[in-house]
């Protein structure tokens, strides 16, 4: 009775996973393009198996290695490759065509029952500190030809166990799936390259979107990012968390209350404009760093080299947010203007850009005066171009919508009917 109820529960774990597999395989079948499909689903792939990393390799034109794109450093990447054979794991499931399940990549006892010259290239491990232990992988295979196409694999289960039978019957069918597309001779891509592909995955924007953006940012020779936002209305926030998951460091958005400390005058505002990192928090023993490419900054010492035996807290932002921190912390918004005027709870500066939001925040102190001094109205003055338009403040609260990037004239009038 035990026994039946264990294989009842076994079927349906298995229905129940072949079906939810069966939304990526439909979402593979809809696209025609390889790198996209890496793109959007190798993150679904990996939940799916409850993996840790997954690795789609290609075969090269020669035939005779299996080739993928591996990151080398923190910013660099190459393309890796395995000859065809059964030396290493990837190559004996490419030459022999089928699915192997290991549990313990560092067993040379159960890799030898595959065959006896199969090793696990530990070098890769030593390298990055990271330890490899089970593997699920699988030969891509054109069905009409038997030619063996690409390999998928699959590393380390979350939980620690070894890759179910399960889960095999799961890589055999993401396998055929993906045969389909690769009969298409496109080139798959699995690593994400760019900060902004996460975009992508986040359903934020689409992959023709984003090639459009990258496209315009270059005819036009402006920054990618300023693209995002005022062309294809893509959020900050949504960027910010798209550059935490690239680099790995949180994002720290623009606060225009933010403490300024002592530190930040150490260097010339040129300095911190042109290389983009800012200390936000400092102590005797620690530093907080806000920048736009916390790579580059550990890849080359950078702070480390201004500040040694000091621990340094790296936050990521965009450039739009570091920019507007600068902006403040060297008091940029000066004349007598407080970066902490009292705006209301429902006022954003957004993206303004250091000239909007220094013109905001005179108007807001004129406009704040002149309500202090009693005057009868404030006229503001919009200058489009090539159109003009004008709005009136009241000093009941009235004011038609000011929108837009504008040029704003402004006048008060006294009771006495004088200007200020």
Known sequence: MQRAHTEEYELFHRLTFLKSLQDITNKIHATDNVQQIMLDLSDAI?????AEHLTLYAVT????????????????????SLPIAGSSIAGYVALTKKLVNIRNVYDTQELAQYTPKLEFRSKVDSRTGYRTKQMLTGPIVNANTGEILGVLQLINTREGDHFSAIMEDGMRLICETLAVAFEKRL???????????????????????????????RRKGIDLESVLVDEFQVSLKSIGDALTKFYGFEYEAYRADRPIPLRTKTF?????????WLI???????????????????????VANFFPNTAVRYSVTTRRDFHQT???????????????????ENFSLGVATVAERQLLKRVHKTVSEAFHEKAIDIHLKQYYVPEKTASIMRRNGTVKKISGQVIIDFHVNHPDQTEI
Do not use: M, W
């Open 280 to 302: 936000i928090e400092s102590s005797d023993e620690r530093l907080h760093v806000l920048c736009t490419d916390p790579e580059e900054l550990i890849e080359h010492n950078i």
């Open 46 to 50: 990996r939940d799916q198996f409850k």
């Open 268 to 276: 010339p505002r040129a300095f911190v404009d042109r290389h983009e």
């Open 187 to 217: 080139k798959p891509a699995p690593v994400v390259r760019s900060k902004y592909d996460h975009l992508v995955i986040g359903g934020v924007l689409s992959a023709p979107e984003l090639a459009l953006a990258t496209s315009s940012s």
């Open 326 to 344: 600068a902006a403040d912390f060297y008091h940029e918004y000066d004349n007598g203007l407080s970066n902490d005027a009292d705006y209301g």
């Open 61 to 80: 034109e020669s035939k005779l290695e299996i080739q993928t794109t591996v990151k080398t450093g923190l910013k660099s990447f190459k393309d890796f």
